[in-house]
């Protein structure tokens, strides 16, 4: 015996609760660059030198109840290298590191996001540069997220420390750079991102 099509209905509108109250979104973010900074140090002989990329964009997209739904991306304008001396800032754009002309950005893109703790991941991905590319792994660690009470938008922060080697992106052919530097160089990111529109209520 068929139950009359009214009596389905309360059933079909509880699952369809069900299935929307276990459903995720994941925030997507663009980072604020005025509130963000990307730097690296190298060892120069006896100390270490630093530096900063000043141009810099990028898009999260953020679950924490999901965080394997989670996505990073990020471009790194090579030009706008600054270790606050113009000469050897204009050396580590030549041929002898970085070519800027022929490889105008770094990239990242995540492949893979594993949540390792309440407020830090495992981000691996695609590192590019000098017309290279590698897979890498970032811990990363949410400082916080809120509401930033002018905009209204949703906020979020982060942080990753790693380091990477010249040699395995060919960004060592000055012909002194073994006898003057080392070849690692450790990064830190710190990143401030807005989402794209105003936190709902």
């Known amino acids: 015996m068929k139950l009359p099509r009214s009596l389905h209905l309360p059933w079909v509108a509880a699952l369809t609760f069900a299935l929307a ?6 925030e997507t973010f663009v980072v604020d660059r005025s509130h963000s900074s990307v730097d690296f ?10 530096g900063r990329f000043g141009e810099f964009s990028g898009t999260i997209s953020y679950d924490a109840a999901k965080p394997q739904a ?5 471009i790194i304008q090579v030009k706008s290298i600054d270790t606050g001396n113009e000469r050897r800032d204009g050396h580590l754009r030549s041929a002898d590191f970085f070519e800027a002309e022929a490889f105008p950005e770094i990239t990242f893109e995540s492949t893979e996001v594993t949540g390792t703790g309440e ?9 590019t540069m000098h017309g290279t590319t590698r897979e890498v792994t970032l811990s990363v660690e949410i400082l916080g997220t809120g509401t930033n ?5 949703a906020q979020i922060g982060l942080e990753t420390n790693f ?3 010249c040699s395995d992106y060919g960004v060592n052919s000055w ?5 003057v530097l080392g070849d690692e160089v450790r990064i830190q990111v710190l990143i401030e991102a807005n989402a794209e529109s105003e936190a709902q209520p």
């Open 41 to 50: 140090s190298i060892r120069h002989l006896v100390g270490r030198t630093k």
């Open 175 to 179: 012909e002194r750079f073994s006898a």
């Open 163 to 165: 380091a990477v080697l």
């Open 70 to 74: 989670s996505s990073f991306s990020g």
């Open 149 to 153: 009470p002018r905009s209204g938008k």
């Open 21 to 26: 109250a276990e459903a995720t979104w994941a």
């Open 119 to 127: 407020s830090t991941l495992d981000v691996k991905g695609k590192l």
